[in-house]
C-alpha cells in the first residue's frame, strides 16, 4: 500500500516567520510530487511540483525533494495570515497518472 | 476563462436516490479525475479517465459510475449502492498523455454531497 505521511498539525508560526511542512512517501518509484493548498471549505490549488533532487523555488515557495530519503517538503518564507490553510502533499503514482494524497498539513499564521 | 466547473455546489439527496454531479473543463485535457474528500482526511481517487470513451476504476468506485462521451465532460453518478455518500466531490483534469510522469492536476471548485 503506497502511502504519503503528513503531520496533521496544526503548524502554528508568527507573521514574518519561515513555516516548514513536510512530506513523507512509501513508493521508491515516484519521480513526481505536488503540493497543494486548500482553504477551508474550498478545493485544492496547485503551488508547487517537483521532480528532481534539490530545491525549487518560486517566490516565497521552496519545495524540497530528497528521493534517497523519500521526503520533500515546502518552506513559506515570509508567512502571511493568508497563508493559513491546509497543505496537501502528493505524489504522482507510476503506470498512470494517480496521485496519492497525504491527510494534509494544517497552518495557522498569527500577526 | 480557462477551467473546470462543477456542479450543483451543494446537493442534498435522501436515502435511495441516485444523483448525478456535473463537471467540465475547457483547458483541453485529455485527463479527468473524481476525488472524495472527507473531512480531516485526504483525497481518494473514485474513477479516472485518460481518453474518450474509456474509464478506469480508482481506490472506492463502488457505488459510484461515469461516463466520458465528451472530452470536456465527465459526469458522477452516486447511486443508492454508496453506503456512506456524505462528502466533499472533487473533479480534476489533467493534460494526460503527453508528458506522463510530470502531470499535473488541476481542481474544480468541488460539490459537497449531504444525505439526508
Known amino acids: 500500500q503506497k502511502e504519503v505521511e503528513q503531520n496533521s498539525g496544526p503548524l502554528s508560526v508568527p507573521e514574518g516567520a519561515i513555516a516548514s511542512l513536510n512530506c513523507t512517501y512509501s513508493?521508491?518509484?515516484?519521480?513526481?510530487f505536488f503540493w497543494y493548498r486548500q482553504y477551508s471549505g474550498k478545493s485544492p490549488e496547485l503551488i508547487m511540483s517537483?521532480?528532481?533532487?534539490g530545491d525549487k523555488e518560486d517566490g516565497r515557495f521552496t519545495a524540497q525533494l530528497n528521493k534517497a530519503s523519500q521526503y520533500v517538503s515546502l518552506l513559506i518564507r515570509d508567512s502571511q495570515p493568508s497563508d493559513s490553510a491546509t497543505y496537501l502533499c502528493?505524489?504522482?503514482?507510476?503506470?498512470?497518472?494517480?496521485?496519492?494524497f497525504g491527510a494534509g498539513t494544517r497552518l495557522a499564521v498569527h500577526p | 476563462d480557462g477551467g473546470i466547473t462543477q456542479s450543483p455546489k451543494y446537493l442534498f439527496r435522501k436515502e435511495g436516490q441516485n444523483v448525478t454531479l456535473s463537471c467540465e473543463q475547457n483547458?483541453?485535457?485529455?485527463?479527468m479525475y473524481w476525488y472524495r474528500q472527507d473531512p480531516g482526511q485526504g483525497l481518494r481517487l473514485i474513477y479516472y479517465?485518460?481518453?474518450?470513451?474509456?474509464?478506469q476504476k480508482g481506490d472506492i468506485a463502488e457505488g459510484y459510475s461515469v461516463s466520458r462521451e465528451k472530452k470536456e465532460s465527465f459526469p458522477l453518478t452516486v447511486t443508492s449502492a454508496q453506503k456512506n455518500p456524505t462528502a466533499f466531490y472533487l473533479c480534476?483534469?489533467?493534460?494526460?498523455?503527453?508528458?506522463?510522469?510530470?502531470?499535473?492536476?488541476?481542481f474544480g471548485p468541488g460539490t459537497r454531497l449531504t444525505v439526508l
Open positions: 502528493a505524489e504522482l503514482s507510476g503506470g498512470y497518472n494517480k496521485l496519492i
Open positions: 480534476a483534469s489533467s493534460r494526460g498523455r503527453e508528458g506522463r510522469s510530470r502531470d499535473e492536476q488541476f
Open positions: 483547458l483541453n485535457h485529455d485527463a
Open positions: 517537483i521532480y528532481s533532487n
Open positions: 513508493d521508491r518509484g515516484s519521480q513526481s
Open positions: 479517465s485518460q481518453i474518450v470513451n474509456d474509464f
